[in-house]
Every structure is written in C-alpha cells, then in structure tokens.
C-alpha cells in the first residue's frame, strides 16, 4: 500500500497523480507516480510550483521553453533604462506593455495613429473611435494593419528573486520526489517533511554558493539538475537542486538518515528536454553543512560569479533566435514587397531589387544590434 507523502491518504488508482519531478512549467519532463495524490498535486503545482514557476519565468521565455504539455511559457513584462514598458514573448518578440492612440489635426482631416499589443485589442479601440465617428467604417483597417516587433530603446532591465515559503516547498517537494523516485519511502525524508506539512517552520533548503558542486559543468549549456546524496555515516540524506544556473540550493531530507549510501542525479536541458550526464559532489564538509542549516552558504560576490556565468549563455540563445527571426522575417517580407515566391528563380533585375530592399531591412536590425546589445 501506498501513502500521500503530503495529506498521508491512501494512494489507489483513483487519485494516484504523475507528479513531474523537475516542475513542468520550467522544462522538466520526468515524472514519479504513487509519491503524492491528485489533490496535493493540484494544491502544490497552483501554490508553490506557480510561484517557482513566475520566478523563473524570464528564463523560460528567453530561452524559449517548450513544456511537455505544448504550451509556452506566458510573456513576460520588461523595461528599459529608458524607462520603455515592452511585453517580452516566448517567440522573441515584443510588445508595447500598453496600447498607445495619438490623434493629430492635418488638412485632410483628423489623422489616427494607433499601437496595439494585439489585433483583437486593436479592434476593439478601432470599436470605440467608431462609436465616436459613426459615419466612418474603420475596421477595414486592420486587414492592411501591419504586425511588428517593438524594439527597445535601450538595454533591458531585469531583477530577480529565488526561494521564499511557496518557492522553497516546490524546491523540496522536488528533492522529496527525486528520494521517492529511488525507491526510498518518504517517511525518511522526515526533516524536509516537517517543513512540507508546516509542522517545522525552519526551511528545509539553503542556497549554496560556497564552490561549485556540479564536477563537469557544460560551458554553453543552463540545465537543471536533482541530485539526491544518502551518507548513513554523517546520518544526512540531502539533495542538490540547480535551476538555470542561477539558483543553486542543498536541501535538507533527513539529519537522521539510517538507509544504504546511496546518490542518483537527474539532469535535463530545459529547451531541448535531453536528458544530460552531470556529476555532483554532495559529500559536504562539516563547516559545509553547518552553514547550510543556518543558510550562510553565500560568500560575498558569489552570487555575482554565478550570474556572469549564466548569462552570456542565456543572451547568446536568445539574440541567436531573434537574429534567425528576423532575418526570416525580413526573407518574407521582401518576397511579398516584389511579388515573389519564396523559392522561385530571381532573374538578374530581380536579384538585384530583392538584395537591395532585403540589405535595407536587416540593416535596421544591424544598427539595433550595435546600439543596444552588449558584447558578449
């Protein structure tokens, strides 16, 4: 028989869940059955795993991550140094944060210039001026509406912000199903437990940035990875949680762990779902583990190295695929502009037409690149 980790209720057919292990809003793809039942599933995936979820959420969308359900990651809000709002997309475009109507008085008469993040928002401000000016049919316009990418005015700006009680429960919920996976009962995993089901109010989890863990890192490559370490010796059963490079947590299962000496590891790379071969030393020294159960892990200017690490590889990903969009984008639109197909023949006159107004589109995303992007 088995049992609820979290509500202890009897598992049967009827409410048994595939919890995915690696939470699926953030790429992860492996699944444990008979660990939590449906109900908890729910509770867990709309509480914590949401709130780890939006706070990586920028990530996913740089990078594009494709869950294993279809679905895409939900845009993300961005500004400037400028002070410019945009909507950043899964697909790499962006959005103004806000539709923007200016009117201007011209001879010929009221001119006006509408922006919208979408064309069923721009149809429905289009709704409105005609409620104003009846006499005149606008909806037509948006069959000839141009649909573009707002660029920034300027570098990006981004925070972050990792763990917290919601967070942090998905963060150990995970280590829990990794411990599961490997055939350990989850009453071993008595102090992350506690922690789980509110009886404990001491986190059961630590960023850790003292060195790095993880013996073979990929240089071009972010991943997540579940590493979970059973030592009967020290009695510590703990695990190794990273997400995008950036967050790197211990997390405590058990400080009177009696098993076999066990470690297991999964580790997947979140855009292409590849499962990866990543080694990690969880064999913490005493000072190590001491400062993990008071989260004193982070030595000045770590987090810091962390980051230059992290994201030079998430930039280069994601000016790859806006540069590969763009100069698709600007193919097709220099095909409809002169009336070809996109795999015809060009005689001589049109070779020259097409490379002329191609070379003018990619030109602008040239001259963007050089004023906004920073050198990697």
């Known amino acids: 028989m088995s049992y609820c980790a979290l509500c202890?209720?009897?598992?049967?057919?009827?409410?048994?869940?595939?919890?995915?292990?690696?939470?699926?809003?953030?790429?992860?793809r492996r699944k444990i059955r008979r660990f939590i039942c449906k109900k908890c599933n729910s509770g867990g995936g709309q509480d914590w795993d949401a709130k780890l979820a939006e706070q990586y959420n920028w990530f996913s969308v740089a990078l594009n991550i494709k869950r294993e359900n279809?679905?895409?990651?939900?845009?993300?809000?961005?500004?400037?140094?400028?002070?410019?709002?945009?909507?950043?997309?899964?697909?790499?475009?962006?959005?103004?944060?806000k539709p923007e109507i200016i009117t201007a008085d011209t001879p010929a008469g009221r001119r006006i210039s509408i922006k919208a993040r979408t064309k069923g928002e721009a149809r429905k401000i289009l709704l409105?001026?005609?409620?104003?000016?009846?006499?005149?049919?606008?909806?037509?316009?948006?069959?000839?509406?141009?649909?573009?990418?707002?660029?920034?005015?300027?570098?990006?700006?981004?925070?972050?912000?990792?763990?917290?009680?919601?967070?942090?429960?998905?963060?150990?919920k995970?280590?829990?199903?990794?411990?599961?996976?490997?055939?350990?009962?989850?009453?071993?995993?008595?102090?992350?437990?506690?922690?789980?089901?509110?009886?404990?109010?001491?986190?059961?989890?630590?960023e850790f940035l003292?060195?790095?863990?993880?013996?073979?890192?990929?240089?071009?490559?972010?991943?997540?990875?579940v590493s979970v370490f059973g030592d009967p010796t020290n009695q510590r059963l703990i695990a190794y949680i990273e997400y995008f490079g950036v967050s790197r947590f211990v997390v405590h299962l058990s400080n009177s762990y009696q098993g076999s000496a066990i470690q297991q590891t999964y580790s997947i790379n979140p855009v292409t779902g590849e499962e990866l071969d990543i080694a990690v030393d969880l064999a913490l020294s005493d000072k190590e583990y001491e400062?993990?159960?008071?989260?004193?892990?982070?030595?000045?200017?770590?987090?810091?190295?962390?980051?230059?690490?992290?994201?030079?590889?998430?930039?280069?990903?994601?000016y790859k695929r806006e540069d590969e969009r763009v100069f698709k984008q600007a193919f097709m639109d220099t095909c409809l502009e002169?009336?070809?197909?996109?795999?015809?023949?060009?005689?001589?006159?049109?070779?020259?037409?097409?490379?002329?107004?191609?070379?003018?589109?990619?030109?602008?995303?040239?001259?963007h690149i050089q004023k906004n992007r920073p050198r990697l």
Not at 178 to 190: K, R
Not at 210 to 225: G, S
């Open 8 to 28: 202890e209720n009897e598992i049967t057919h009827l409410n048994d869940s595939k919890e995915h292990i690696v939470p699926q809003a953030i790429g992860g």
């Open 70 to 97: 279809g679905s895409y990651p939900p845009s993300q809000l961005v500004r400037t140094t400028g002070g410019q709002g945009l909507i950043f997309h899964a697909d790499g475009t962006m959005s103004p944060d």
């Open 128 to 172: 409105g001026i005609q409620r104003k000016y009846p006499n005149n049919n606008l909806l037509h316009v948006l069959e000839t509406a141009a649909v573009e990418s707002t660029l920034p005015d300027g570098p990006i700006m981004t925070s972050f912000e990792f763990g917290g009680p919601f967070a942090g429960r998905s963060i150990v």
């Open 174 to 206: 995970t280590a829990m199903a990794m411990a599961c996976s490997m055939s350990l009962p989850y009453t071993a995993c008595d102090y992350a437990l506690c922690y789980l089901t509110g009886e404990g109010s001491t986190p059961a989890f630590a």
């Open 210 to 225: 003292i060195r790095d863990l993880v013996l073979n890192r990929p240089t071009a490559t972010v991943f997540h990875v």
């Open 291 to 318: 400062l993990t159960l008071i989260n004193d892990a982070v030595p000045q200017g770590s987090r810091e190295a962390v980051f230059n690490y992290v994201m030079p590889i998430v930039l280069r990903s994601m």
């Open 338 to 367: 002169l009336g070809l197909s996109q795999d015809q023949e060009l005689s001589e006159e049109q070779y020259q037409r097409f490379s002329f107004q191609f070379a003018q589109k990619w030109a602008l995303h040239i001259l």
